[in-house]
């Protein structure tokens, strides 16, 4: 290839190998590569983010199966489209032996009509569908047609894999053009792609043209913000900055600050934090600072964490934003919290104190002649389903953890506590 040709196109991988960051699938033991190998290719539904390599794989699969390849894309290619593609390919079929690969982009946007007029051509075997999509296929692609599909999950290049491939874009660059650029930096490359790799191979390629006739060697961020003419927050995923702004997004919850939670926030989601990274710190802190000031707050946590784990970028952004927003204007307690490490660290000083004998349990005759379970008393055999009983060791009888926190929901457990225990945990 020449050097008018993009340099995306230049690096776009030729075969599994060459690959980045999606070894889950090809490398050694990835179920693409066991799949050429043993020539048993199904239909696949690519589901990914951009820039991924949705479409160099589909590429690449048919390249080493030696089957013929068709394109369309789902925003341009009707059923009539389809149906052509179909015919030809049942007469491919008829030559080869081979089911032709039909290749289809964003087929999310296909409506079911559309997706509809694939089936009958994958029953038959007419075509190998690979369909290639940013959305979730369960909610986007139709039953029968996902149930004779295999999905396939792409996954965003880490931070490593997107350096791996600014130190790859540059030295093609500059073995085309004979010149010895060095990245002094790369986070503002890394930063402005969002972990798309076309992206970043492009940002690369339009940077160091601006600077093919200076004599300028060194690219820092400040250069390449000043090509790309946009306004990034350099957020280094691997450095300290990436622990302080966490920090800064949890303390300001734990604050009751949605505006800095939301700005903390933005300046991750903007970075290319993972998402699920983010989620998953925020139920943390439903249990830890929220508590049982506002119990409903581990249930909108773990619905947050469960829902980003569904609905991938960018709309993740707005369940994030919720969650954060609802946990910043929540009350909030640590008293559970403290109340585990209390009594981990009562547990590391005091050993293994012994279990009372009235709360043992007592499966066999034995264990009951030795009174295992002797005096038990049962709590909903008593008024109010409670009964004044001893449950610690009799070492550490009347040691209390849980302090109940200054909020309403507390208040009253703490009301209801002193009611039943009469001033045993003072």
Request: glycine share 6%; proline share 4%.
């Amino acid at each position: 290839m020449n050097s008018s040709t993009p340099l995306a196109e230049q690096l776009r991988p030729k075969n599994l190998d060459q690959v980045l960051g999606q070894e889950h699938l090809t490398g050694k033991t990835g179920t693409i590569r066991k799949m050429l190998e043993n020539d048993a290719l199904n239909s696949l539904i690519f589901w990914g983010p951009p820039g991924t390599g949705k479409t160099t794989l589909a590429e690449i699969i048919s390249e080493h199966s030696g089957r013929k390849f068709y394109k369309l894309s789902a925003v341009s290619s009707g059923v009539k489209d389809v149906r052509d593609v179909i015919e030809d390919a049942k007469k491919q079929n008829l030559f080869s032996g081979k089911s032709p690969i039909l290749f289809i982009d964003e087929i999310h946007r296909f409506n079911k009509s559309q997706q509809d007029s694939l089936l009958h051509a994958v029953e038959k075997g007419w075509i190998v569908l690979i369909g290639a999509t940013t959305e979730n296929p369960s909610f986007e692609v139709v039953s029968a047609l996902l149930s004779r599909s295999q999905v396939y999950v792409l996954k965003s290049l880490s931070y490593e894999k997107l350096e791996e491939l600014a130190e790859i874009s540059l030295n093609k660059f500059n073995e085309i053009h004979q010149k010895k650029f060095i990245l002094k930096d790369k986070e503002a490359f890394i930063q402005y792609s969002g972990g798309d790799a076309r992206k970043l191979i492009n940002s690369v390629e339009l940077v160091l043209s601006q600077f093919l006739n200076s004599k300028k060697i060194e690219i820092k961020n400040e250069d390449v913000l000043s090509v790309l003419q946009e306004t990034m927050a350099i957020y280094d995923k691997n450095g300290e900055q990436h622990y302080d702004i966490i920090s800064a997004f949890i303390k300001s919850i734990r604050g009751s600050d949605p505006n800095a939670a939301v700005y903390w926030l933005a300046r991750m989601l903007v970075g290319g934090e993972d998402v699920k990274f983010i989620a998953r710190r925020l139920l943390i802190l439903a249990a830890e600072d929220v508590g049982l000031a506002n119990p409903n707050a581990l249930q909108i946590a773990n619905n947050c964490f469960q829902a980003v784990n569904v609905i991938g970028n960018p709309e993740s952004r707005i369940i994030l934003s919720e969650c954060a927003v609802y946990l910043a204007v929540s009350p909030k307690s640590n008293s559970t919290y403290k109340a585990i490490d209390e009594a981990i660290s009562l547990v590391k000083k005091s050993g293994n104190l012994p279990v009372p004998l009235h709360l043992r349990n007592a499966p066999t005759k034995l264990m009951k002649n030795l009174d295992y379970g002797k005096d038990y008393q049962y709590a909903h055999s008593y008024e109010g389903n409670f009964v004044q009983a001893e449950f610690l060791p009799e070492d550490i009888s009347g040691t209390k953890f849980y302090n109940p926190g200054n909020n309403s929901t507390e208040k009253k457990i703490k009301e209801d506590l002193e009611k039943k225990w009469k001033g045993k945990y003072l």
